[in-house]
């Protein structure tokens, strides 16, 4: 009887191990295939078409590359950060500047998938964004968590700014089990004046 119960156990064990794998394989399927159309619209983006949808139902579509050489990391930024458009890469806050425009560029990803390499991050590193409009670089010069409830994100007019600057957000502690919290990780840089 031991043994029936014990055969029947493993069995049932596989029969849920393979059910689980199956589902993961499922998802990491859908993120590889997420990611090969976002690089398609970009190519097509960099090549002069407008707002490119990686597919016919998104409503978002590739602004921006953003490297950081030091790291070897590359992602394609798309347009808006609402939480639709974070499932599938960094999003760019439309109301911030332009990448390379004056002003302050706001683009946020979240910990535990894009944005999980700013736990990595140094000041003095250079961060790189490639847009239609050209290839603009930033220096990281600081690094700061926030409690995000009497934070705000104040863009001035950019009109009136000489400079340009970016600055990554994402919530924080990286290793957080529970999705949100009230704190953000902060990453501003400087723009790089070209000579």
Known sequence: MISRLLKLLIAATLILGVWEVVGAGKIYAKAWLAQQLLERAWHRTLEGERRVRPWPWADTWPVAELTVPRLGLSQIVLSGDSGRVLAFGPGHAEASAAPGANGTTLISGHRDTSFGFLRSIQDGDIIELNSPAGKFSYTVSERSI????????????????????????????FDALEPGGNERFIVLAKGVVSS
Request: hydrophobic fraction near 30%.
């Open 146 to 173: 926030v409690d995000q409830r009497p934070f705000s994100v104040d863009i001035p007019n950019r009109e009136l700014q000489s400079e340009s600057s970016l600055m990554l957000v994402t919530c924080y502690p």
